[in-house]
C-alpha cells in the first residue's frame, strides 16, 4: 500500500495503490473518489479491494491544482462526458496494463462523483467490468450505455439525488442486453458506502440522511467481488 504518481498527458497525477498479498498476477481495478477526493475512505476502498486479490490504484483527479479548481474541472468534465479528467482514468487504467504483476483485465469502481466516471467508463475506455455506485447519470444515459460492458451498480431508495436513476438504469443496461446487477437498498439515501471523519461531515449526513450503513455497504462489497470475479477471471 503506498502513494505514487501516475504521469498523464495533462499532468502528474497523486495516487494510492494497493496490491494483494501473494503471488500475482492479478486483475485490476482503478478506484474512483467521490466529492471529497483523497482521503481514508477512498485508501479504505483501494485496500478492501486488494484484500479481495485485485490490484487497485485509487487516483487524486483533484491533485493537478487547488481542490475547487479541479473540482470545478472535473465536474465539468463529468457532464459533457469527455475532458482531461477522463484521460487522468485513462492513465491509471494504462498504469495497471503496464505491471507485470497485472493480467492485463481491469475493472472500474467509483462512488457519486467517481460512479459517473465508472458510468462512462464501462463504453469503449479498455474497461471490462463497472461498478457504479449511486453515480451522478447522465441526462442521455439509454444512447451511453450502447455498448457497455457489464455493470453492477447500487442506490439508496432515500437518496433524494437520484430518484429512479435505479430503474432507469436498469431499464438501459437491459435495453442494450449488457449484463448487470442493479440493486436499490431500501434504508439508505446517497453515500452509504463511504465513511468519512470530521465532525462537520458526521452532522451534515444525519442531516440529509446520507451516510454510511454496514448492513447494506457490506452487501453491495459482496455483490461487487463476485461480480468482479466472474468478470475479470
Not at 472535473?74 to 498504469?95: E, P, Q, S
Not at 451534515?204 to 477471471?233: K, M, N, Q, W
Amino acid at each position: 500500500m503506498t502513494d505514487i504518481v501516475i504521469e498523464t498527458p495533462h499532468h502528474p497525477l497523486d495516487a494510492y495503490a494497493a496490491v494483494p498479498a501473494g503471488p500475482g498476477p492479478w486483475p485490476g481495478v482503478v478506484v474512483i473518489h467521490d466529492i471529497f477526493g483523497m482521503g481514508a475512505d477512498l485508501r479504505r476502498q483501494a485496500d478492501w479491494l486488494a484484500g479481495e486479490g485485485f490490484l487497485a490504484v485509487a487516483p487524486d483527479l483533484f491533485s493537478w491544482g487547488g481542490k475547487f479548481t479541479c473540482m470545478r474541472a472535473v465536474f465539468a468534465n463529468l457532464k459533457a462526458g469527455h475532458g482531461a479528467a477522463f484521460d487522468d482514468v485513462d492513465a491509471a487504467r494504462a498504469w495497471l496494463q503496464a505491471r507485470t504483476d497485472c493480467t492485463g483485465k481491469i475493472g472500474v469502481v467509483g462512488f457519486c462523483l467517481g460512479g459517473g466516471f465508472a458510468l462512462y467508463g464501462s463504453v469503449g475506455r479498455g474497461f471490462s467490468v463497472s461498478s457504479v455506485n449511486y453515480p451522478l447519470m447522465p441526462m442521455n444515459v439509454r444512447t451511453t450505455l450502447a455498448g457497455a460492458c457489464p455493470m453492477v451498480a447500487s442506490f439508496g431508495a432515500k437518496d433524494g439525488i437520484l430518484k429512479g436513476a435505479a430503474a432507469t438504469l436498469e431499464a438501459a443496461l437491459s435495453e442494450h442486453k449488457v449484463e448487470h446487477d442493479v440493486k436499490e437498498y431500501p434504508d439508505v439515501g446517497h453515500a452509504f458506502m463511504n465513511r468519512h471523519g470530521g465532525r462537520l461531515l458526521r452532522a451534515i449526513d444525519r442531516f440529509t440522511g446520507r451516510g454510511y450503513h454496514e448492513p447494506s455497504a457490506a452487501d453491495a462489497r459482496h455483490r461487487i467481488v463476485r461480480f468482479f470475479h466472474e468478470h475479470l477471471a
